[in-house]
């Protein structure tokens, strides 16, 4: 899965505006044939009507994201920084979730919405009735390695 941040969010992260220890940051799951630009594609606003309706399992808004992993903000190791969180589930039901090209994460405490990434899954993916879509520890990293 390839990810990539929009260059709003790195503006805003010079800016001091997101703040990875309070900040609330939520995941959404795209709509079919969506193409994520990363100059564009700045804040939910920009791309919510791109966002995959409502129903079989999946809440349009997304899925808050929990327990942020900061322990790799500075990897000198890697030469990049990065921050994940829990793992994300939906689970379709009552019908097929998707088809979803990927999914986009935002910031949800800064007063735009700001866009951090987009998750491409490289390729449109459908989940059947009764399996989860599971999105393993998200992560968005920044520099050399990301």
Not at 7 to 17: C, P, Q, S, V
Not at 50 to 67: D, I, K, M, R, V
Not at 71 to 76: K, T
Not at 88 to 95: D, E, F, K, L, M
Request: glycine share 8%.
């Amino acid at each position: 899965m390839a990810t990539e941040t929009s260059n709003h969010y790195k503006a805003e992260l010079h800016k001091g505006n997101i703040d990875f220890t309070s900040d609330t940051f939520k995941i959404i799951l795209m709509d079919t044939g969506f193409t994520f630009d990363k100059d564009a594609d700045a804040t939910l606003s920009d791309v919510s009507a791109n966002e995959l309706s409502n129903g079989n399992g999946y809440t349009t808004g997304g899925e808050t994201l929990a327990n942020v992993d900061t322990s790799s903000i500075e990897n000198d190791t890697s030469d990049r920084s990065e921050v994940s969180w829990d793992t994300v589930t939906w689970t379709a039901s009552g019908g097929s979730l998707g088809p979803t090209p990927g999914a986009i994460i935002y910031d949800d405490t800064t007063a735009d919405d700001t866009i951090v990434a987009y998750l491409d899954f490289d390729g449109e993916e459908t989940i059947p009735s009764g399996t989860p879509l599971n999105i393993n520890t998200p992560t968005i990293r920044l520099g050399d390695s990301a």
